[in-house]
C-alpha cells in the first residue's frame, strides 16, 4: 500500500512482536519482497510509540504532496481531487 501510495519501495520495517508479526506467512512475504524485519524490544511501548509517530508524520507530510501534486495536474483543488468530487456554487 505504502509502496502503491508513495511510489517509493519499502526495504526495511520496524515492528512489535505481535503475533501477526512473527508468523511464518509474514516472514515468508517479506523475504520474498526483498524487506528487511527488525523487532522492536520486548516491553518497550515508548519504542513503538516514537516510531508510531514518525510514520504518521512521514505520511501526513507526503500525502499533502501527492494532493498537491495531483491538484496541480488536473486543475482542480486538493479537496476535490481527495474527495472524488467537484465542489462549486450550489444553488
Request: glycine content about 10%; hydrophobic content about 35%; cysteine-free.
Amino acid at each position: 500500500m505504502v509502496e502503491r501510495q508513495q511510489d517509493r519501495l519499502v526495504k526495511a520495517i520496524r515492528t512489535d512482536r505481535g503475533g501477526e508479526f512473527l508468523s511464518k506467512d509474514f516472514s515468508t512475504w517479506l523475504k520474498k519482497q526483498g524487506i528487511r524485519h527488525s523487532l522492536t524490544m520486548p516491553y518497550s511501548p515508548a519504542m513503538n510509540g516514537i516510531a508510531e509517530h514518525v510514520e504518521k508524520r512521514w505520511m501526513r507530510v507526503h500525502q499533502k504532496k501527492y494532493l498537491e501534486a495531483l491538484a496541480a495536474n488536473f486543475g482542480k483543488s486538493e479537496g476535490e481531487v481527495a474527495l472524488g468530487e467537484e465542489h462549486g456554487n450550489r444553488g
